[in-house]
């Protein structure tokens, strides 16, 4: 796996949108306890669309570079973008190859999105 | 020291170009060409089911089987009748749990356990608590690995304390116990004591009787010897006042239709057919180790330690954890400005195998305070060339990571 590609590199040292968002609609907790990764990620809507998104927590290098590539990509998309989206269409997302043992890693902002989503109210 | 590596046929693996520079050994070790040659002559001339039928294969494989069991009494210096063999550390403490923990635990009675426990020899315990309402009471560990001597004291007079169930040695401070007192101490109040040799076994040698513990637990797959291999040493006493765990053939000595009644001896806590190829290989294992010797071994490993410990000491965004006296050659490490799990990945990149993560003993790095850390583990076939380039392949990795 290419950690080293310059934009994984330069989200994992420069995070997008981190931080707790005030007056979050939605806000999900993901754990990865045996590789260390742990993150929190809120979510705002407006419209029926992703008005703001932000993450906290700490994870390696694919994780966190993970989580912010896309903290930034489901700006003003609908919701359920996030839950469809699966390993194959964020792997092209990232750009990278992602190994076997890395999988967890990279899902894991993708899975505390989806679980965010999932705890907003079926209206919304 | 002689230069075993030729007796490890996994150190010839490479990984694309790189050679296998194998530091995760305490996650399990390799497997010496004498332990595979037990396992193959076992199949290729033996195979058989043991302690049933009169036939010639049966009467060898047992021969064997029992045989094993002689040598790792040997290997531990305790008599064959307080030998059972479990497929693993975790196995054995859950058989204690189960066994002598059910029989004898009342609501309000406490296990004592140390902060520096693998979660092996916690959770079999966090699941009596919930089913017999026991209490578990905790040794703090000092950041230098050593305990808290005002949490010891607090343990060992605690009123309801039943059971001391410790490690010898910590899978992730790489601290080694002397337990000789805090066993004895134990044993003057009449508590029982349970001792956790996952990683200890491995480096040091041990001896029931010198150590006067209740139980004894260990792997075979960390002592060069096949994964499912493992053994619970019983003291003979407490066997005999201990109900059967598993039911079924092997532990019996007669069933009627209704009754049975339990075979004397450790067979009593090996129902159906064990793991008959893994027990000789492991008896294989610990004839090798004492063919090259365990002080040997112990010297070799002090060596190795005292130059990770001294190369280690060059890198000031290093940080380990625990202390550097009675330590096994083993190394948690926290790496400024890199994450351990990218490091572990990575490292492998260059044919280094580590381990990140909390090691199984999630209470003991949340009391540290840290999430992960980065392990190497060493073993005698390891070499200074390869610490070596251990740390010059992190330092490189840190500075691609500083750009
Ligand atoms: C101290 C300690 N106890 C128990 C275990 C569990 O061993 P096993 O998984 O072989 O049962 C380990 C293995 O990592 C260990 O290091």
Same mark, same amino acid.
């Given at each position: 796996m290419d950690i080293y590609a310059r934009n @994984?590199?330069?989200?994992?040292?420069?995070?997008?949108?981190?931080?707790?968002?005030?007056?979050?609609d939605a806000s999900f907790h993901e754990l990865n306890r045996s590789c260390g990764d742990d993150f929190k990620v809120y979510l705002k809507l407006k419209d029926g669309l !992703?008005?703001? @998104?932000?993450?906290? #927590?700490? &994870?390696?290098? !694919?994780?966190?570079?993970?989580?912010?590539?896309?903290?930034?990509?489901?700006? &003003?998309?609908?919701?359920?973008? @996030?839950?469809?989206?699966?390993?194959?269409?964020?792997?092209? =997302?990232?750009? @990278?190859? !992602?190994?076997?043992?890395?999988?967890?890693?990279? =899902?894991? #902002?993708?899975?505390?999105?989806? &679980?965010?989503?999932?705890? =907003?109210a079926p209206s919304a | 020291m002689k230069n075993y590596r030729a007796d490890f046929p996994?150190? *010839?693996?490479?990984?694309?170009?790189?050679?296998?520079?194998?530091?995760?050994?305490?996650?399990?070790?390799?497997?010496?060409?004498?332990?595979?040659? *037990?396992?193959?002559?076992?199949?290729?001339h033996h195979n058989a089911n043991i302690h049933r039928g009169p036939n010639f294969l049966a009467e060898e494989a047992t021969i064997l089987y029992e045989e094993a069991r002689q040598r790792v009494a040997d290997f531990i210096g305790a008599d064959t009748e307080e030998i059972v063999f479990t497929s693993g550390t975790t196995a054995g403490v859950n058989l204690v749990a189960r066994s002598?923990?059910?029989?004898?635990?009342?609501?309000?009675?406490?296990?004592? +356990?140390?902060?520096?426990?693998?979660?092996? $020899?916690?959770?079999?315990?966090?699941?009596?608590?919930?089913?017999?309402?026991?209490?578990?009471?905790?040794i703090e560990v000092k950041a230098d690995g050593t305990f808290k001597p005002e949490s010891l004291a607090a343990v060992l007079t605690c009123p309801r304390l039943r059971l001391l169930a410790i490690?010898? *040695?910590? $899978?992730?401070?790489?601290?080694?116990?002397? +337990?000789?007192?805090?066993l004895a101490a134990a044993k003057a109040r009449g508590i029982l004591t349970l001792v956790d040799a996952a990683q200890s076994v491995v480096h040091h040698q041990i001896?029931?009787?010198?150590?006067?513990?209740?139980?004894?637990? %260990?792997?075979?797959?960390?002592?060069?010897?096949?994964?499912g291999s493992g053994v619970l040493y019983i003291r003979a006493a407490v066997l005999a006042t201990m109900p059967p765990f598993l039911g079924g053939g092997g532990m019996i000595t007669e069933v009627k239709a209704d009754s049975f009644s339990v075979a004397a001896g450790p067979t009593k806590f090996e129902a159906g057919t064990p793991n008959i190829e893994g027990a000789i290989a492991l008896g294989a294992a610990c004839r090798y180790l004492q063919t090259i010797g365990q002080a040997e071994i112990f010297k070799r490993e002090q060596e190795l330690s005292a130059y990770f410990l001294e190369k280690l000491a060059s890198y000031p965004w290093l940080r380990l954890l625990g202390g550097t006296q009675n330590r096994l050659p083993l190394f948690s490490l926290v790496i400024t400005g890199l994450h351990p799990?990218?490091? *572990?990945?990575?490292?492998?990149?260059?044919?280094?195998?580590?381990?990140?993560g909390h090691h199984c003993a999630q209470p003991l790095h949340d009391s540290l305070g840290?999430?992960?850390? +980065?392990?190497?583990?060493?073993? %005698?076939?390891?070499?200074?060339?390869?610490?070596?380039?251990f740390f010059a392949s992190l330092n490189t990795l840190r500075q691609s990571f500083q750009n």
């Open positions: @994984i590199l330069d989200h994992y040292q420069r995070p997008r949108h981190r931080g707790v968002l005030a007056e979050a !992703i008005e703001a @998104i932000s993450f906290e #927590g700490q &994870g390696c290098a !694919i994780s966190t570079a993970a989580t912010s590539i896309l903290s930034e990509f489901f700006l &003003g998309k609908a919701p359920a973008e @996030i839950l469809k989206m699966d390993l194959e269409a964020l792997r092209s =997302l990232l750009g @990278i190859e !992602i190994s076997f043992r890395r999988q967890k890693c990279a =899902l894991i #902002g993708l899975r505390a999105l989806q &679980g965010a989503v999932a705890s =907003l | 996994m150190l *010839a693996r490479r990984y694309q170009d790189k050679d296998l520079v194998y530091f995760d050994n305490a996650a399990t070790a390799l497997k010496p060409q004498v332990v595979l040659e *037990a396992l193959n002559d076992y199949y290729l002598w923990g059910e029989k004898n635990l009342q609501p309000g009675d406490v296990i004592a +356990l140390t902060r520096a426990e693998h979660h092996a $020899n916690i959770v079999p315990w966090l699941q009596l608590q919930a089913s017999r309402q026991i209490k578990l009471q905790y490690t010898q *040695a910590s $899978n992730v401070l790489g601290q080694f116990y002397e +337990l000789e007192n805090i001896n029931v009787r010198q150590l006067d513990c209740d139980f004894l637990v %260990f792997s075979g797959h960390k002592l060069f010897a096949p994964s799990h990218d490091a *572990a990945d990575l490292l492998g990149e260059q044919g280094i195998v580590t381990r990140a840290i999430s992960a850390s +980065l392990r190497a583990s060493l073993a %005698f076939y390891n070499t200074e060339a390869e610490i070596d380039y």
